[in-house]
């Protein structure tokens, strides 16, 4: 009786049931991105896929358990269902890793069979785009930029229709899995435009009644600016010119690799082609009070072009560089 190099067994007692060989490689190679020399069910064949699953499973484990747990987490500070989409399809992926990776080389059918039984709750491409977008999507979840505009979102929700309106796509994005919206693009599409509209410090005229004056040193208020950022509807859409690619292609990215393109687009529903409006300005800053100065100053030029422009949707830019030193920190 023949063995392989890791001890396989070559008879043909040792070998998984043909039907459930078939549908290991099918989400070996569709989920996990693997590739397979032969697909013909052999001692050989199954050695070669149980070592490349286990491989990939091992690498990938870590952030597939951690984002359930931040996702849980988000869902729970906003208000989601848990049993949205995409916390059920990313707790498919993890139960998928977490029966495969404390297995062996030497468990190759053991780890084909744990493969084939695997339960996914949406769908074998919603599980490999959740694992492969798995570490862009955790960055995401925890950049404090991001979670400090939805926290400002919520807090203004109830008074600020505007507002709710981008917490509602944010929700919307944090629902659904990761085939139809793409988290780690879009969320920051909603909390980049919600952070715009937050920094012009007045509600929609929608909204409720302007929130009191900031303290002594907040940002600039400007009632041009909240005229121009308050949104009629928010949708963000971002289109792929590929699709995610496996969890095993992402592991070996090399530094000429190019990023796959995405076209990003922030659309208000039923508006005109916006009005571009940029402002810009760089200097250096001892400190705070002097930075806030210059960025003060430029709000009143973007104001003042602002009021010179057509009537209608604008899109704003105001960039600030500061050069920063240590002395007299």
């Excluded at 078939?22 to 199954?46: F, H, P, Y």
């Amino acid at each position: 009786m023949a063995k392989s190099r890791t001890g396989i067994d070559s008879s043909a007692g040792s070998l998984p049931e043909p039907t459930t060989w078939a549908r290991a490689v099918v989400l070996g190679t569709g989920i996990l991105g693997v590739s397979l020399t032969e697909r013909t069910l052999s001692a050989k064949a199954l050695e070669e896929l149980g070592r490349k699953v286990l491989e990939v499973v091992r690498a990938i484990q870590p952030a597939a358990r951690k984002l359930v747990e931040v996702l849980e987490a988000r869902t729970t500070e906003l208000g989601i269902d848990h049993d949205c989409d995409r916390l059920r399809t990313a707790r498919s992926a993890r139960a998928l890793c977490e029966a495969i990776a404390g297995k062996s080389l030497r468990e190759a059918r053991e780890i084909v069979e744990a493969l084939a039984a695997a339960r996914l709750e949406t769908s074998s491409s919603a599980v490999q785009a959740s694992l492969g977008a798995a570490d862009d999507s955790l960055e995401t979840l925890d950049d404090p930029l991001v979670l400090g505009v939805l926290k400002q979102l919520a807090g203004r929700e109830k008074g600020d229709l505007s507002a709710s309106k981008y917490l509602r796509e944010a929700r919307s994005i944090l629902r659904q899995d990761e085939m139809r919206r793409s988290l780690s693009v879009e969320l920051r599409m909603v909390a980049g435009a919600a952070q715009a509209y937050l920094l012009s410090g007045t509600p929609s005229a929608e909204g409720a009644a302007a929130h009191g004056p900031a303290d002594d040193g907040g940002l600039p208020k400007s009632v041009v600016l909240a005229s121009v950022v308050a949104p009629a509807d928010v949708r963000i859409e971002a289109s792929r010119a590929a699709p995610t690619p496996p969890p095993s292609a992402t592991r070996a990215r090399s530094g000429g690799t190019k990023r796959i393109s995405l076209t990003q687009t922030l659309a208000s529903e039923g508006t005109l082609p916006f009005t571009r409006v940029s402002v810009e300005r760089r200097g250096s800053t001892p400190d705070r009070k002097t930075a806030r100065a210059l960025l003060a100053e430029a709000v009143r030029e973007a104001e003042q072009k602002l009021e010179a422009s057509p009537k209608g949707p604008a899109l704003l830019s105001v960039l600030i560089t500061l050069d920063i030193s240590d002395k007299g920190a």
